[in-house]
């Protein structure tokens, strides 16, 4: 069987995903692998189109075509993704169409099922056949039981390749709308006042509705609006996952990217995004301005901030795309609202992106940061035990920076909780006071309230 892998590092040979196809490889010799460093080289790819021939006549020649991946952002990286887009834009879908595919990452699980509903909803999009994923915590190779695993998904991925078992599409092919959006003349404004807007596109004059949609949800506001386009900022490339930053913060690139960051987005108090679906995400582009924010490792870069979505895209056809943004909203502790182009009529917008412009404002003079969700509580647990623990070598800024904000918030910390635990606990052994203290639940969970409350 002939195996093509389409690996998903910018660092080329030497990373940790690959190690995890070593050892499919070394378990399983009786086959033909064939990497491609699809992300590392994707410059050279989008160039050079011998180079893209030939990866793409490999994977024509593939029994099973293996997405292997780190995961970057809640999704695969930037150049990744680019890939994937050259796959639509040169018209390359019949190298992939009836294969069987199968993904598979490493990651420390921050939102990894997010990353593979996108590689299997693009493998549905190019009539593959997805058999399903693996996603390894990135030590699991190190541990037997979890060696033992991978060697158990690769032998039933292959077995279902060799006896080329029926797969079923399990997304719907998205439907796109002709909408076209005309934005109409009267227009409600609201005032800013000392709250600085910043508007960041992708446009590039593809999408008619964007740039309508970003020209009014600009004039919504009647004070300065500074508007940037990521394509003519000086950003060289994407991350390319060396972790230098981890140490001080400090970026390997010494292009725009970070000066932006620092002098536009963090001054700002509102942000729009402003995009369209691209496949089944935003742009690479946007990838990219979302990977490179890894300088900031594992804080907070924009906290606080008013973030607003305009998207010109089927964005409620995407639920994954929908929650890698509300995910990203919610662990920047920002506050997110969306609109898209998904309506009936051009009123139907206008009204949506006049009152975004007006609740944005509200919300900013307001300081309103809604509670966090699982997105948020969910990841700040596991980035707190790896930056206390495996990743704090590397990511010595963010351990600093957790130190200082208290977030090293462990459980097994709080004393008084502790005590309490060591005193009820043996105490719910005595059945008598067992059934009065369940009998009492109702009251003993309000209690604390009650001075909060007082006499209402
Ligand atoms: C820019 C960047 C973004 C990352 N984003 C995520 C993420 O969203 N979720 C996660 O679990 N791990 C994330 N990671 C961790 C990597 O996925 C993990 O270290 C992976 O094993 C690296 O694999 P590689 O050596 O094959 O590139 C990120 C790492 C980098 C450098």
Not at 272 to 286: E, F, N, P, T
Not at 438 to 445: I, L, P, Q, R, V
Request: hydrophobic share 40%; aromatic share 12%; net charge neutral.
């Amino acid at each position: 069987m002939k195996i093509v892998v389409l690996n998903g590092s910018p660092k080329g040979d030497i990373n940790v995903t690959m190690q995890y196809v070593a050892y499919i490889r070394k378990k399983f010799p009786g086959h033909e692998y064939e990497i491609l460093n699809v992300a590392q080289e994707i410059k050279k790819i989008e160039k050079d189109t011998a180079v893209w021939n030939k990866m793409t006549a490999s994977v024509r020649s593939a029994d099973l075509v293996f997405w292997a991946f780190p995961l970057y952002f809640l999704l695969v990286c930037a150049q990744y993704k680019r890939f994937i887009e050259l796959i639509a834009e040169r018209g390359a879908q019949d190298a992939f169409c009836g294969k069987y595919a199968a993904s598979l990452s490493t990651s420390i699980h921050f939102f990894d099922q997010i990353a593979h509903a996108y590689i299997h909803a693009i493998c549905d999009d190019l009539d593959m056949k997805y058999l399903g994923f693996y996603s390894a915590e990135m030590r699991d190779l190190l541990v037997e039981e979890e060696r033992k695993r991978l060697e158990k998904f690769a032998s039933l991925v292959l077995s279902a390749v060799e006896e080329k078992i029926p797969v079923q599409r399990e997304t719907s092919p998205l439907v796109r709308s002709t909408f076209a959006y005309i934005t109409g003349k009267d227009q409600k404004t609201v005032q800013a006042g000392t709250k600085k807007v910043v508007i960041l596109t992708d446009d590039n004059g593809n999408s008619p509705n964007l740039t309508a949609m970003t020209s009014r949800i600009r004039t919504g506001f009647s004070g300065p609006v500074e508007m940037i386009n990521l394509h003519e900022l000086d950003i060289r490339g994407g991350c390319l996952g060396c972790c230098q930053c981890g140490y001080d913060n400090t970026c390997i690139y010494t292009d725009g990217y970070v000066d932006f960051f620092k002098n536009k987005l963090v001054p700002a108090d509102i942000i729009i995004i402003a995009g369209s679906v691209h496949d089944r995400y935003l742009s690479s582009a946007w990838k990219q301005f979302f990977d490179r924010s890894f300088f900031k490792g594992h804080t907070p870069g924009l906290e606080g901030k008013q973030i607003g979505f305009v998207i010109a895209g089927p964005l409620g056809q995407i639920p994954s795309l929908r929650e890698a943004l509300a995910a990203w909203v919610d662990n920047g502790n920002c506050h997110a609202q969306f609109v898209t182009d998904e309506v009936q009529e051009s009123g139907d917008l206008d009204a949506l992106l006049d009152s975004m412009a007006t609740r944005l404002v509200r919300a900013a003079e307001a300081e309103y940061i809604p509670p966090h969700t699982f997105y948020a509580v969910g990841g700040h647990k596991i980035f707190r035990d790896n930056i206390c623990a495996g990743l704090r070598f590397v990511f010595q800024a963010d351990y600093r920076y957790y130190c200082e904000h208290g977030l090293f918030d462990f459980p097994q910390a709080d004393l008084k909780t502790r005590l309490l635990n060591a005193v009820f606990v043996p105490l719910t052994r005595i059945p008598g006071f067992r059934k009065k203290m369940f009998a009492d639940m109702k009251h003993h969970m309000i209690k604390p309230f009650k001075p909060v409350l007082g006499d209402t």
